[in-house]
């Protein structure tokens, strides 16, 4: 639990401090020996009074937003360090630094910095309560709504994760979906879940195919959320919910079938944004369009040769079954387009190890075909501390999805696999504003990269997609 206090009451003051010699002034001078301000370096010592304070370096000032989250969790993995859970947080020096919008990315380092990974295992989770402390009131009205709908959004990155973390057999495309309609509950969203006989009826045979290969039947979750009901604006999110994929005949190496467990991060991202949206009321429109599934062998999995149908019609070609993320969400972008009648698209998936082999663990890539959707955009992740990165394309790339057989293929002929990925979807997004974000890179970490992170999930497009829509 968080609170956003003006005065301390705790035993334990966390306090932040830059590097500069002027902003150590306040700090004992016996400390001041030891301790310099560095980022993210940590000095326990005590008061006059005798009560504890944890001193951690914020480093030279005009650092990202990314740094402030990590200044929150910092705090937090040092005080767990000691086993010590109730502590009070004063950032009142970096709210007059950074202005009141600090408080969004060090209240988010703190909440996630909290989070523990569910275990199969008797364990209890620590029970956190810590104050936010922001001595000065000038700004305290605006603080407190930027707290409270920071919060709703932490929620979202927290199921989102939750939902990556949980191992396969816990996770099949039926327990999916009702997880994520058990968490939109009461927010004012419409939920709906098609069954494998409607999609079946409705002809979506890119899912279907895909998803008939395993025992657990797939599903279709629709999210409407209509906060802005005077404009004709309704942002279509459209995120990947394979929530097995072996590869299918085109089976994965072994070294990385742990990994497939997490290949529903997309479809957890937007879940998670649209009831952060909800919650806070935005005013906007969007439809979460969520396609569910595993990717199994069995006697009736595709087999690469095959040519089937997509809902919109269009014949593909199955060179790799192991690119199966872009089949069924080609189903998905089509039905939203057609059914729900969005008016730009933004899909999201675990999709490439293209794009890991380029921007690695920390930036995802971005695709996008209009202008104007990038640059609101890229007005949301610069907000949200995010890392993206946009990808160009050009005919030429278009060419090697060309198939000799049907409309389109599932595979390049030529390489560029990421861009190529992104372009099979937007074949599918009929002509509408059109993004396209990889997260295949950060949607995971083994081995966190930054201080808000855990092993495991890291919630990856939330808060970006939240700010998207807001924005």
């Known amino acids: 639990m968080i609170k956003l206090v003006q ?4 035993e334990l003051t966390v306090s932040y401090w830059q590097e500069e010699e002027h902003n150590l002034e306040e700090v004992p001078e016996a400390v001041r020996k030891l301790f310099k301000g560095e980022y993210l370096k940590t000095f326990w010592s005590a008061d006059s009074d005798g009560k504890a304070r944890l001193f951690v370096g914020a480093g030279k000032a005009g650092g990202e937003k990314i740094h402030l989250k990590e200044l929150g969790s910092k705090a937090v993995k040092d005080c767990r360090e000691k086993k010590i859970y109730e502590f009070a947080v004063d950032i009142s020096n970096l709210v007059e630094e950074y202005g009141v919008e600090a408080i969004r990315h060090i209240t988010e380092g703190l909440y996630l910095g909290t989070y523990t990974q569910r275990q199969f ?3 209890e989770a620590e029970p956190f309560d810590i104050q936010l402390v922001l001595r000065d009131g000038e700004f305290w009205s605006q603080a407190e709504a930027i707290f409270e709908e920071t919060i709703v959004v932490c929620e979202g990155i927290c199921f989102a994760r939750d939902m990556v973390n949980l191992p396969g057999n816990h996770l099949r495309p039926e327990d999916f979906a009702e997880a994520v309609v058990d968490f939109v509950r009461d927010t004012g969203i419409q939920a709906q879940v098609m069954d494998g006989k409607e999609l079946a009826e409705r002809g979506m045979d890119a899912l279907l195919g895909v998803g008939d290969s395993s025992a657990y039947p797939p599903r279709l979750v629709v999210l409407r959320y209509q906060g802005d009901p005077d404009s004709d604006r309704v942002t279509g999110l459209i995120g990947k919910g394979v929530t097995c994929d072996t590869g299918g005949y085109c089976l994965k190496p072994a070294n990385s079938m742990l990994g497939i ?3 529903m ?3 957890a991202a937007v879940s998670a944004a649209i009831y952060a949206m909800a919650k806070n009321k935005v005013k906007a429109n969007a439809v979460a369009v969520i396609p569910m599934c595993e990717n199994r062998i069995s006697r009736g999995s595709l087999l690469p040769g095959d040519v089937i149908r997509s809902y919109a ?3 593909i070609e199955i060179a790799n079954t192991d690119a ?3 089949l069924i969400l080609a189903d998905a972008v089509s039905y939203a387009v057609r059914e729900e009648k969005v008016t730009e698209v933004l899909d999201i998936a675990t999709l490439t190890g293209a794009v890991v082999n380029m921007f690695g663990f920390t930036i995802a890539g971005a695709v996008c075909d209009n202008e ?7 007005k949301a992740y610069e907000c949200s501390g995010e890392r993206y990165w946009r990808i160009p394309f050009y005919e030429e790339h278009e060419k090697m999805i060309e198939s ?4 389109i293929r599932n595979l390049s002929s030529g390489g560029c696999g990421t861009i190529t990925a992104g372009l099979f979807i937007r074949a599918f997004a009929q002509e509408k504003p059109w993004l396209h974000l990889d997260i295949a890179g950060t949607a995971w970490v083994d081995d966190p990269v930054f201080q808000f992170q855990a092993a495991g999930a890291t919630g990856a497009g939330v808060s970006t997609i939240y700010e998207f829509c807001r924005k």
């Open 261 to 263: 467990k997490g290949d």
């Open 265 to 267: 991060a997309g479809g």
């Open 372 to 378: 104007d959707l990038y640059r609101r955009f890229e």
């Open 121 to 123: 295992k008797e364990r």
């Open 324 to 326: 199966e993320g872009r």
């Open 7 to 10: 005065n301390c009451t705790k």
């Open 404 to 407: 000799k057989i049907a409309d």
């Open 313 to 315: 019609g269009k014949t």
